[in-house]
């Protein structure tokens, strides 16, 4: 059998297709399912999908494979991981891609950048796993789903980050806690642009406060190998059709949810939704606007809740943010807890690059 090896990002959407985090895809994109889903957000049957998931290949390995039969997927190591049934190869537009998936051309853009150093062919095909204990492992959607029945949770908000946690973060996710069960704050861990927060900061900053800030019996942490694609509001629904996927009933989608710098409007995630049926996507979407810390108001609130002028709002930005943690200064206590705080100003780097 023709063999393939996928390096690191390529093995991790690999294992999410194995694992079940990627449902209901069963492989790689065919050409069918990857031109509906950039015109449509949808698969060639009409099922929800916002983000094509595809395999790229040089014209040598399309030459290789074009016989059509049956292809090992190894990893960097050359352990064999799975086998692509009767593989699809087509040649595809990066101009299209780019322009339906992140609505710029621009190669600022991470995503975009990303695309355009792809090779020039795509395999599509169906994935048959080497192992028969992927699907069901620890962190897994099969795991998390029955993790969530034992513990007789019926209703499961989600809530997806790739950032240290504010304080706005904590109230949003307490404010969707009152009309469910309960709470399940899963951030995504594996590659990010430079300046986002490394991966153990994020882990470390929220066991930091969910122990003394939260209700153990309401909330559980775990995370989710993923890499960002920064897709903005494509990538909201992809967020949370991996969520329904854990067995999630609610997502919370806040502001600019997978944006970068302003490319997209900051409520385009909201808007985006408005193309789907809650029947169909499987999952209520719960919108919530910005959430900061008003000197009036005297509390935290959202925009739609306060009156009060701007001037009597905190804000602060990334690059804000970024500036007071590497001039080792604590941020305000409105915005964010002392003991987040603390550890990442006493932290060497806790940015990627």
Not at 5 to 26: E, M, S, W
Not at 41 to 68: K, Q, Y
Not at 148 to 165: E, L, M, S, Y
């Amino acid at each position: 059998m023709r063999q393939y090896f996928l390096d690191d990002d390529q093995c991790q959407d690999l294992q999410n297709i194995i694992r079940g985090v990627y449902a209901p895809l069963r492989g790689y994109l065919r050409e069918p399912d990857y031109k509906s889903v950039l015109e449509q957000m949808r698969l060639s049957g009409g099922e929800p999908w916002p983000i094509p998931i595809v395999l790229d290949i040089d014209s040598d390995d399309a030459n290789r494979f074009s016989s059509g039969k049956d292809i090992l997927l190894s990893d960097i190591n050359g352990r064999p991981v799975a086998r692509l049934v009767n593989p699809d190869i087509y040649k595809y537009d990066k101009t299209e891609f780019v322009k339906k998936v992140f609505g710029t051309l621009d190669e600022n853009h991470p995503g975009v950048k990303q695309v355009f150093s792809m090779k020039d062919y795509l395999l599509g095909g169906e994935i048959v796993s080497m192992s028969a204990q992927e699907a069901s492992e620890k962190s897994s959607p099969a795991y998390i789903k029955q993790l969530f029945k034992d513990k007789g949770w019926k209703t499961i908000v989600a809530f997806q980050t790739r950032n240290a946690p504010h304080l706005s973060h904590e109230y949003l996710q307490k404010l969707a806690l009152e009309n469910v069960d309960a709470l399940f704050i899963q951030p995504v861990i594996g590659k990010k642009k430079l300046g986002d927060f490394k991966d153990e900061v994020i882990i470390d900053t929220y066991k930091l406060i969910i122990d003394k800030y939260y209700s153990r019996d309401r909330v559980h942490f775990d995370v989710l190998p993923l890499a960002m694609r920064y897709a903005g509001p494509r990538e909201a629904v992809f967020h949370a059709l991996i969520r329904k996927n854990f067995g999630c009933t609610h997502m919370i989608i806040g502001r600019d949810h997978a944006g970068v710098g302003s490319y997209y409007d900051p409520y385009d995630a909201h808007k985006i939704f408005d193309n789907f049926t809650e029947d169909e996507l499987g999952i209520k979407i719960l919108k919530f606007d910005n959430a900061f810390h008003c000197n009036d108001c005297k509390g935290l609130v959202t925009e739609d809740k306060c009156g009060h002028s701007t001037d009597s709002r905190l804000y602060l930005s990334g690059t804000q943010i970024r500036q007071m943690i590497k001039n080792k200064e604590e941020l305000p206590e409105e915005f964010m807890r002392k003991e987040v705080s603390k550890y990442l100003i006493n932290h060497s780097n806790p940015f990627v690059g």
